[in-house]
């Protein structure tokens, strides 16, 4: 078990491009979680997938943000043309359904729109 | 609604014990977790309590639920320099399919 794991760790982008983080939720984890934290904030909660099902989409994800849980495994999110509120470091985690199933976070992705 | 509330600093001296206090809104509350965040890092989970008990120990680290006043704290005993950090509440809530909410974090300064 190499725990949740994302990709990039990093990325400076120009205003305007997008972007796409990748997630790697722990093998046997049929939930999946992203969370946005800005500076001086904890993390707050974006979108969740239970298997290929988003179930919840919070209203900070703009039209301009979406995620994918294509096999129910790894999961994207992309963030079209990207602003300087955006800049964040965005937080992968999974867990399992059920009671007594604590939830992992990954590194997270940090992003820098410039 | 769903809310959870921390004081943003606690400054404490080295040697001494440090307790962050966490109070949350939620009634679902399924399991309650202390993060530590470190600059430019992610978040380690520290401890984590289910809701049916009171306190959980684990070396340095002592977890005090009071469920029915919604209090939860956090106690670091023989605080130390690496203790320096930021310390996430955060809430695991039943009735939202297990969704997890943070409160601001609680940023502990370490004093020699």
């Known amino acids: 078990d190499t725990g949740v794991s994302q990709d990039p760790r990093h990325k400076i982008t120009k205003r305007g491009q997008n972007v796409t983080f990748r997630c790697d939720p722990i093998?046997?984890?049929?939930?999946l979680y992203w969370y946005r934290q800005t500076l001086g904030q904890g993390p707050e909660f974006l979108t969740y997938?239970?298997?290929?099902?988003?179930?919840?989409k919070s209203r900070l994800l703009s039209d301009r943000f979406s995620a994918e849980r294509p096999k129910g495994s790894f999961s994207t999110l992309e963030i079209q043309r990207t602003e300087q509120g955006d800049s964040a470091m965005y937080l992968c985690?999974?867990?399992?359904?059920?009671?007594?199933?604590?939830?992992?976070f990954g590194e997270g992705s940090w992003l820098t729109v410039v | 609604g769903e809310d959870v509330e921390q004081s943003l600093f606690l400054s404490v001296r080295e040697g001494d014990s440090s307790v962050i206090n966490c109070t949350y809104t939620?009634?679902?509350?399924?399991?309650l977790y202390w993060y530590k965040q470190e600059p430019g890092a992610g978040l380690q989970l520290l401890t984590y309590?289910?809701?049916?008990?009171d306190m959980k120990q684990d070396q340095r680290l002592t977890v005090l639920l009071n469920k029915k006043d919604k209090h939860l704290s956090l106690r670091i005993a023989d605080t130390q320099t690496g203790d320096s950090a930021i310390y996430f509440c955060?809430?695991?809530?039943?009735?939202?399919?297990?969704?997890?909410?943070f409160g601001k974090g609680t940023r502990l300064h370490i004093l020699p």
């Open positions: 985690a999974s867990s399992n359904t059920g009671p007594g199933n604590t939830i992992y």
């Open positions: 309590i289910f809701s049916n008990m």
């Open positions: 955060a809430d695991q809530l039943m009735n939202r399919d297990d969704k997890i909410i």
């Open positions: 939620d009634s679902s509350s399924t399991y």
């Open positions: 093998s046997e984890h049929n939930r």
């Open positions: 997938f239970q298997n290929e099902a988003q179930l919840e």
